[in-house]
């Protein structure tokens, strides 16, 4: 039966209007997947030890990343808000406190990866063969001169999905994609560069990015428009709303590829072939992930607007619905998976060693993506869209240490167990478990529906 006070308030929005937010962000996910994917699979022409250089290197830049889009999802959930409040001028004014405080961030972490590259992978991956440094040095040089650029995308490809309008930021990952691929071929299998050309490859594409999403930010029909940037003025207060949310998810979203690295780290003692079969299988499940990671993206928007909006039983259909076909999307993606695993890992070109390692943690990794995934990271989103950001840090970061980090060092190499790589993907799905279990609880406990974020 439907809600009865939902059908006398009109729907903020209709099915059509969610599935044109939808479907863009699912190819935006799958376009912006292909271009660190595009860098694993041009550069195995150039051997294992790119492969593995590129793979490490990206492990680092996923978690700047993370801090990106930490701090841009703190952006949407308070212009989501002030646009489902109908107050325009207030959610122009948090766009652009937003673009300023990811510059001061991406410029800030740009200049310490550049001054202290060596020192970092040093401290991270200082076990691992010369030669596969050696190309984590260089492609972690060039990736990094480009987030600037990253965060300036990452802010406004947020702002527009706050608006709803998820096809811009659509239509910059098939530039980014086209670019970053093009580039790559040129350098790599004409020049032979390795791990460099990919590097510039991914440069060149992100600053290609960021122009076009600012330009496009300047369109004066878009609800929210950006003008008069270069007269630069922080608010306290607004910035303080958008990190209420951000610093949270910032920490979460670090702190969580911080113990990844942890992990890896452990990867790495057991060999090139571990480090590269762990490389394409986090790939190909990146991939498999895409449709959830995009019906995130597209709670972050809908239940803000819910929120701001002051309707509280639409943000409770609208989550039901959006974990529903999160879970639809990841039982067909899964089951694709399962049947076709050893194809696709065939793709890479990888030792026996590597691609029988990598066929087995997929197949556990499809199991746990039907079961658990939507729960541990689709559902969180309404938390955060409502304003409870501390809780979801909380339980993933105690999660993250506890499941996939020490577990992961209890099942791959203790007791007697030495399951390898297979040990640490499985902790990693203990760890989705224990997620899935908390967010239940919380969101039925209803504490995110009396929270507010932009105040009343």
């Not at 699912?26 to 699979?41: H, K, R, S, Y």
């Not at 239509?171 to 086209?178: E, M, Q, R």
């Not at 959830?292 to 509280?312: H, K, P, S």
Request: glycine share 8%; proline share 3%.
């Amino acid at each position: 039966m439907p809600d009865e006070t939902c059908t006398q308030v009109k729907p903020l929005f209709s099915r059509d209007a969610l599935f044109r937010l939808i479907l863009p962000l699912i190819i935006e996910q799958f376009l912006l997947m292909t271009v660190g994917m595009a860098d694993t699979v041009m550069v195995t022409t150039a051997g294992e030890a790119a492969v593995s250089g590129v793979s490490l290197v990206d492990n680092i830049n996923t978690l700047i990343i993370q801090v990106f889009s930490a701090l841009s999802t703190g952006g949407a959930v308070v212009v989501s808000q002030y646009l489902g409040r109908r107050d325009t001028e207030n959610a122009g004014t948090a766009s652009k406190q937003l673009l300023y405080a990811m510059c001061t961030a991406s410029l800030l972490l740009m200049g310490v990866a550049l001054l202290f590259r060596q020192h970092i992978l040093s401290l991270i991956f200082g076990r691992v063969e010369a030669d596969v440094m050696s190309s984590a040095l260089i492609y972690f040089l060039l990736t990094a001169a480009a987030y600037p650029f990253m965060g300036i995308y990452n802010a406004g490809a947020a702002l527009f999905r706050a608006m709803g309008n998820s096809k811009v930021s659509m239509f910059c990952s098939l530039i980014v994609n086209l670019i970053n691929i093009s580039v790559n071929a040129i350098l790599i299998y004409g020049f032979d560069m390795g791990a460099a050309g990919a590097g510039i490859g991914t440069l060149v594409s992100r600053i290609a990015a960021s122009v076009i999403i600012m330009v496009l930010l300047r369109h004066p029909e878009h609800p929210v428009r950006m003008t008069g940037l270069f007269h630069v003025r922080f608010q306290g207060e607004m910035i303080r709303r958008i990190l209420f949310i951000g610093i949270p998810n910032g920490l979460e979203n670090g702190m969580f590829q911080a113990g990844k690295l942890m992990v890896l780290n452990l990867i790495t003692t057991f060999g090139t072939s571990a480090v590269a079969a762990n490389a394409i299988s986090n790939s190909i499940a990146g991939v498999v992930n895409v449709p959830g990671q995009a019906l995130g993206l597209a709670m972050i928007t809908v239940i803000g607007q819910c929120m701001g909006a002051g309707e509280i039983r639409q943000a409770q259909r609208y989550t039901k619905q959006l974990v529903a076909v999160s879970y639809a999307c990841m039982a067909v993606m899964s089951a694709a998976l399962l049947v076709f695993t050893d194809p696709l890992v065939t793709l890479f070109h990888l030792s026996p060693a590597a691609t029988e390692m990598a066929a087995q943690v997929l197949r556990l990794c499809a199991v746990g993506n039907i079961l658990f995934w939507p729960m541990s990271f689709t559902l969180p989103n309404s938390l955060r869209a409502a304003g409870d950001a501390v809780f979801t840090m909380a339980v993933s970061l105690i999660s993250m240490f506890a499941c996939r980090v020490a577990l992961s060092y209890v099942l791959a190499c203790a007791w007697g167990l030495n399951l390898g790589l297979l040990g640490i993907w499985a902790a990693m799905v203990a760890d989705w478990v224990v997620r899935a279990i908390c967010f239940l609880i919380r969101y039925r406990q209803g504490k995110w529906k009396t929270l507010r974020v932009i105040g009343s």
